[in-house]
């Protein structure tokens, strides 16, 4: 059976500043700021080695639609190498990158073929298949219309067909609504594979045909936590193969340590560390949040002597003496086990019920800050994470306030 064998890759957003991470140490900090680079190189590495047909990138190459010249440089580096192992190139640009940016241009080598603003079909061979690939680049920043109308219907083709979209499902509002499709819309056109680009969360949306998100190479905060890569895909008409392939040069996450039955500092900096040493083993680098879970009477007491930035401080300095970077962004105390340490039973239904609300009735609990015209600058959007830290933020509140008390 005949097959083609390519990569399907997106979001490598190159020179990405890497926002919010204060305290980072200055070796550290340039760490961080080159991790999108070394993601970049493992990737040209792994294609090098792998010698696929060809290769697709779905856009937002470039973090800014001003691209830097040493991420231009860079790009341009790894896509020479490509031209010189004969490899071919099908890359559209996204919202980040997009073609009304202003920037001093490098010149991409031959076997790089860049999709102009409007959606166009290539036609190419490998291997004796005949293969169209069909993608568009962002001609502006925002690009809302349902682009997915333009692109061509195949009826009945023995060649390959491959659509390249960046862009995101109708309707979910988790990541900014840009050239929106839905799963219907990308069937109709009854393409072989659908090569996704713009939400970072690695996802398959439909397996024949497969409809995927590769999700970018390097996480970049820490909502966009797990090992970042791309996917080799082995395509015939019949089937397709998809292989994840790891490219994140550092991993961000969060880790649960166990505070039951600790009463001193040093079991407890012991405890942290034998996580972040497991971390270590299974990742490397990263950048990791704490969260205290099973916090009993004896660990609650230990906490309540120090402040939360002092406990930070000390554990910083403690893993810092490794060769390993990995560098704690945070700790936190989990909601439901500051309740163990309430007696009152008022604080205890009321934490309770807030436990149970939905993320849209915290939206709408909420919604006089957010809001705000001078304080929603400050805020982050509202997801999981931070209604986390808001319910954390509470429970401590009522169990300090049920202590005193008492």
């Known amino acids: 059976m005949s097959t083609i064998r390519f990569i399907h890759a997106a979001d490598l957003h190159l020179d990405s500043p890497f ?36 290769v697709l990138i779905v856009g937002d190459i470039y973090d800014g639609e001003d691209r830097s010249l040493r991420a231009q440089m860079k790009f341009q580096e790894g896509m020479e190498k490509l031209n010189v192992a004969g490899i071919q190139v099908y890359l559209s640009y996204g919202n980040h990158d997009h073609l009304g940016g202003r920037w001093t241009r490098f010149e991409l080598p031959p076997n790089v073929h860049v999709f102009s603003g409007d959606v166009e ?20 920043r925002h690009i809302r219309n349902r682009v997915v109308q333009q692109y061509p219907i195949v009826n009945n083709s023995s060649n390959f067909n491959i659509g390249m979209l960046h862009g995101s499902i109708e309707g979910n509002e988790t990541h900014s609504v840009y050239a929106p499709f839905t799963k219907n819309d990308l069937l109709s056109k009854n393409y072989d594979y659908w090569a996704l680009g713009h939400i970072h969360l690695r996802q398959n949306l439909h397996e024949e045909p497969p409809i995927v998100y590769s999700g970018n190479l390097q996480g970049r905060h820490r909502n966009e936590q797990g090992i970042k890569g791309f996917y080799e895909v082995e395509l015939s008409k019949s089937s397709a193969e998809l292989k994840f392939i790891p490219a994140s040069a550092l991993v961000f996450d969060t880790l649960l340590i166990s505070c039951k039955g600790i009463c001193h500092a040093n079991e407890w900096i012991e405890r942290c560390i034998e996580e972040i040493d497991a971390f270590k083993a299974q990742y490397g680098s990263g950048i990791v949040e704490l969260v205290m879970v099973e916090i009993d009477r004896e660990a609650a007491d230990l906490f309540e002597q120090s402040p939360d ?17 990995v560098w704690i962004h945070s700790i ?22 807030i436990n149970n609300w939905t993320e849209d009735e915290w939206k709408i609990i909420l919604k006089d800050v957010y809001q705000h015209a001078r304080g929603v600058r400050y805020l982050d959007v509202l997801k999981e994470d931070e209604i986390r830290t808001i319910k954390t933020g509470v429970a401590r509140i009522m169990a300090t306030e049920t202590s005193e008390k008492e």
Do not use: C
């Open 19 to 54: 926002k919010g991470m204060k305290g980072l140490p200055h070796n550290r900090l340039k760490e961080l700021r080159e991790s999108t680079f070394n993601a970049f190189n493992k990737f040209i590495g792994y294609i090098l080695q792998a010698k696929p047909d060809f």
């Open 309 to 325: 930035a002092e406990w930070l401080d000390v554990l910083r300095e403690v893993v810092e003496d490794g060769t390993l970077f």
């Open 332 to 353: 936190s105390f989990t909601g439901d086990t500051s309740l163990s340490s309430i007696t009152d039973g008022l604080s205890k239904s009321v934490l309770n019920r």
């Open 121 to 140: 079909t290539i036609q190419t061979t490998f291997n004796g298949n005949i293969v169209h690939i069909t993608g568009f680049s962002y001609s502006e």
